[in-house]
């Protein structure tokens, strides 16, 4: 296994913007995990540990886009005309000998184009008749023709180590033979809240208590970057409990996560615990919600400790958490598209900070009813209803003086940060 040094989270006392923290991750993480190899269709989201080479042309030979008739571009008649039919040829049964000049052949998509051959005619622009074809005016010269190689090279890199596998990615392997995929083993990641005040839903509710949020939305989000969890439960806040789960699982995880307990309060003990068995950095992005935020080392293993506000240790995952996921899994780590969205709000901004404003989509007005993005509830980092009815993430940059109805923004679909 793997291990961390201790000052891989090495921390200094000016602020951080979001982009400075993911260079910083970039540059200081390395895979902790090791790789193996799975079948095609159990490679779905996982991540790619060597590039994929292609040991053939893609497609394999030249062949019909469409149902017509191929010909010699050659051949084709100017202001149209006849030429007589020389063989049919469908998908997967090629002639086999080449059509003597001067002919057409009938073919279908999919089908190999016969040698010498470059053009094939759509059916609906001719007229079969007999053993003869008539073929229309101004025929263009290539058309209609897939061409060898057009898709993938051989020899080309297709897939590039540290890509997270989609759907389409499975296609493409499969279309080069491949039958199996080296990847990268799940991140292992231990899960635990923290808190006297937080109770597992089910339970009796207890007076100034709340009901245990973070722990399952976390949980959902690891098992989105296909993380295998282990959840510890919620930790009391006790100094020395806390600090025994922790090192436990140090010995047989490759993260260990929390949330709540790391600011510098005096009943946060989770700083103390992790200093204990390594060393802890408070990371200090000038985010709003997503702070307070810490990364460490303990026994050599990750250790990221979340806020404790539900809607801020959601941020804190999407900006910071991610990324370090991501890089510990042997994935590429850049920064998620943003997409230009219009502002259907005001909103004041404090200046030098990082805002992320929880909002829906809703078609607009104009002719073209192009995407406006709506507040999806109060902005407060308690307020989960609000993260629950919203597509996304306003992304203020630091310098932005805040946004005015009208204003074009930047939008971050959790489609690309929850998956």
């Known amino acids: 296994m793997t291990r961390l040094a201790d000052d891989c989270f090495a921390a200094d006392p000016t602020p951080l913007t979001v982009e400075a923290a993911l260079e910083r991750i970039r540059d200081r993480l390395r895979p902790m995990t090791g ?9 779905l989201d996982r991540v790619l540990a060597e590039d994929v ?4 042309d893609v497609p394999p030979h030249d ?3 469409v149902d017509g008739y191929a010909v010699r ?5 100017s202001a149209g005309g006849e030429l007589p039919l020389a063989g049919r040829v469908a998908a997967g049964h090629p002639l086999s000998a080449e059509p003597p000049p001067g002919t057409a052949v009938r073919i279908f998509t999919g089908a190999p184009v016969p040698d010498g051959f470059d053009t094939v005619v759509m059916q609906e622009d001719c007229i079969a008749g007999g053993d003869r074809v008539r073929l229309p005016a101004g025929a263009r010269a290539g058309a209609n023709v897939r061409r060898q190689g057009e898709d993938v090279t051989r020899g080309a890199v297709t897939l590039a180590a540290g890509r997270r596998l989609g759907p389409g990615d499975l296609g493409l392997a499969a279309s080069i033979g491949r039958t199996a995929l080296t990847v990268r083993a799940r991140l292992r990641v231990a899960l635990a809240s923290t ?5 597992e839903p089910g339970e009796e509710l207890r007076p100034g208590a709340v009901f245990d949020a973070n722990r399952h939305t976390v949980k959902a989000l690891l098992a989105r970057l296909g993380c295998t969890v282990t959840d510890l439960g919620i930790l009391e806040d006790d100094a020395g409990t806390i600090a025994r789960s922790l090192s436990e699982a140090a010995d047989d995880h490759d993260v260990i996560m929390t949330s709540g307990g790391v600011s510098a309060g005096e009943e946060d003990h989770v700083r103390a615990a992790v200093a204990a068995h390594g060393r802890i950095d408070a990371w200090r992005l000038s985010v709003k919600p997503g702070r307070p935020v810490a990364l460490g080392v303990v026994g050599g293993r990750a250790f990221i400790g979340l806020p404790g506000n539900p809607v801020a240790a959601v941020v804190a995952f999407v900006t910071l958490a991610r990324p370090v996921l991501l890089a510990l899994s042997g994935a590429d780590v850049s920064a998620p598209p943003r997409y230009p969205v219009t502002a259907g709000f005001d909103h004041a901004k404090k200046p030098g900070r990082r805002e992320f404003l929880r909002v829906r989509l809703e078609p607009g007005q104009g002719s073209d009813r192009a995407p406006v993005a709506v507040k999806a509830g109060p902005d407060g980092s308690g307020i989960l209803s609000a993260l629950a009815a919203a597509d996304g993430l306003i992304d203020l940059a630091e310098g932005s003086p805040g946004l005015a109805v009208g204003d074009m923004a930047a939008y971050l679909p959790f489609n690309e940060v929850m998956r």
Do not use: F
């Open 35 to 43: 790789t193996e190899t799975v079948a095609l269709d159990a490679a």
């Open 53 to 56: 080479v292609s040991p053939l």
């Open 63 to 65: 062949n019909a886009a």
């Open 73 to 77: 571009s050659v051949d084709l008649p």
């Open 195 to 199: 808190g006297d005040e937080v109770t």
